[in-house]
């Protein structure tokens, strides 16, 4: 009987450890400081391209920006392509685009379009 007292105290004692550890790790990832996916400081005052969801694109200074990916760009402007396919553009100054709408960023110059490799056709 001795025996299976001590086994069933070691047993509480493991428990309560674990209890400990997984408290300390929820609490440690509650007080982590969230991280940005995008680090975009070698491109502030330049201008950058940002595409969102549902095919909007608009370029702009960028003036700031925060771990969620919410930018700010000034001096922005809007490119609509018209359905005879030609693009209009139109002025807003300085904008804000949610983070959550963000598809792609970058460089306005700089960049380059690459043939696709996977492409049947090239």
Known sequence: EGYYTCIAIVDDIIY???????????????????E?????DQY??????????GGREVSGKLKGYDALVNIVLDEAK???ETP??????????????????????YPETGTE????????ES
């Open 78 to 80: 809007e490119f609509i």
């Open 113 to 120: 379009e690459i043939a696709n490799p996977w492409n049947a």
């Open 84 to 105: 005879d396919g030609n693009t209009v553009t139109r002025d807003f100054g300085l904008l804000v685009c949610k983070g959550s709408s963000v598809m792609v960023v």
């Open 44 to 53: 502030m005052d330049q201008r950058l391209v940002v595409k969102f969801n």
């Open 36 to 40: 940005s996916i995008l680090n975009l």
């Open 16 to 34: 309560s450890c674990v209890i400990i550890v997984l408290f300390r790790i929820i609490l440690e990832m509650g007080s982590r400081k969230k």
